[in-house]
């Protein structure tokens, strides 16, 4: 049974700063590219970082320089570190695991993150 853990979200101030994690078990962790995706009401969900492993990270343009996602692979975590944050960070924070052959897409249950201006 595969399972993604998020765990880290909260409530923060305008400018503070949060890690997320996401634990994950039933995959072959090191073999799946792992993103976070994010959900602020009414928004449709969108891609926030991606980690291939042994690749290279990509990030929405609306985090870049502010958020790093790194992974574990002996731990099968990743992480989103988020600094400076903004009141338009307030979202539910999806965590994937995705592979290309053969074809998988899990996610995890989410955490929800706001940032009070």
């Known amino acids: 049974q595969v399972q993604l853990v998020e765990s880290g979200g909260g409530l923060v101030q305008a400018g503070g700063s949060l890690r997320l994690s996401c634990a994950a078990s039933?995959?072959?962790?090191?073999?799946?590219?792992m993103a976070w995706y994010r959900q602020a009401p009414g928004n449709q969900r969108e891609l926030v970082a991606t980690i291939p492993n042994g690749g290279s990270t990509n990030y929405a343009d609306s985090v870049k320089g502010r958020f790093t996602i790194s992974r574990d692979n002996a731990k099968n975590t990743v992480y989103l570190q988020m600094n400076s944050l903004k009141p338009e960070d307030t979202a539910v924070y999806y965590c994937?695991?995705?592979?290309?052959?053969?074809?998988?897409?899990?996610w995890g249950q989410g955490t929800q993150v706001t940032v009070s201006s």
């Open positions: 039933g995959i072959t962790f090191s073999v799946y590219t």
């Open positions: 994937n695991a995705g592979a290309q052959r053969p074809y998988r897409d899990y």
